[in-house]
C-alpha cells in the first residue's frame, strides 16, 4: 500500500503487534440509488447528494484498556480505495464526474496532497469517528468501489502503529436487454352489436261464425269465442241456439255423429266477423262501412227433396218432433 508510492519514502508503518480491546460502532451504513438522498444525515446540506449511486458509512471509535486514546491528537484514519471509476481523468486531474472505466488503486487523499496518509486531515474524520460518502454520478453504468479502513496511531515523526480495522464497499450493477421487446400493437377490440328483441306479433283469429243461410242446416249450441286485434284481447259470450223447429229443413230421421268425416264443418274464411251480433234476434246485423253483406251458401248444406210425398213425410215427423222437444222441456 505505501511502498510504491514515492511520497511516504521515509516513512514507517507498522502493524500493531495486539489487537484492540475496544470497536468500531457502524452508527449508519448504506448504500444509495438515484432516488435516495446521500448523506442526509450530514448537518452540512452541501454534503447531502442525490441522483448518483454510491454508500455513505458513519463509524465511531470506542477505545478500552490499553487502547490508543482520543484527545492526544496521535489517533488518525488510513483509507485504501480500489475502484472502476477513477475521479481523475488520464493525466491525473480531479474531474467531477471522474472517469468511467479508469482504474483506480491508492490512498484515499487528494494525489498532489503528501504531507501525511491521511484521510482526518481534509476528509470528514476524527479522532473518535469517521465518516465518507462515495458516490459516482452516473447510475447507468456499472461500479465496483471498496475500500480498507484501519485505525492508526503516530508514534513518533514519520512513525504509524497501523492497528484494527474494517472493510467496506458498493457495487451497482446495470443490466440492458440485448434485444428489447418490442412494443406490442393496441389491439382495437370491436363493440358487440346491440340487438333488440323482436315483438312477438299476436294472431288476429276469425270468430267461429255458424251462418243459417239458404240451403238448410241449423245450429243449437253455446259458444264463447275471443275476438283479437292488435290493441287489446276481450272475450265475449255468444248463445247460439235454434229451438223454432220451423226455421230448420230435414230430410231425414238418423243420429247424427260429430266424428263422422262426412259432417266435418268447414270454415268459410270468406264469412263476415261479427264483434257483437246477438245470434237469436232475427235482424239482420248493422255491417261496417267496410264490410260487405255475404250472400255464401251454409259451410254443410242438406239438398232438398223435389218429390212431394217426401215433403208431406218432412211435414208429419216434423210436427211429431217438436211436441217431442215440447214434452221433454
Known sequence: ????????????????????????????????????????????PNNRIRGGVGAYIDIKYNSQKTDPKPGLGKIHWIQHIVNNHSIYNEYQVHTDEGTHGLRYDGLDIPISMNVNPYYDTLGTANE????????????????????????VEETAEREVTIYNGIRWGWINKVYRRKNPLPIPIPIRIPEIPKFEPIPIPIPKIPDLVCNPGSGGGGCNRTQTDGIFDNDSIENINQEISYSNIDETNWTEDFDFDINDPDWIEEQDPSVLEFENWDWTSDEEPILDENQEEDNSESPVSVPESTSALGLLALGAWGIMKAMKIRLEK
Open 1 to 44: 500500500m505505501f511502498k510504491n508510492d514515492v511520497r511516504w519514502r521515509g516513512w514507517d508503518f507498522i502493524s500493531s503487534k495486539k489487537n484492540l480491546y475496544g470497536n468500531f460502532e457502524i452508527s449508519n451504513y448504506y448504500g444509495c440509488g438515484s432516488q435516495t438522498t446521500c448523506a442526509k444525515e450530514e448537518s452540512n
Open 128 to 151: 473518535s469517528s469517521f465518516r465518507d460518502k462515495s458516490y459516482r454520478l452516473d447510475p447507468k453504468n456499472p461500479h465496483t468501489w471498496f475500500a480498507e479502513l484501519y485505525l
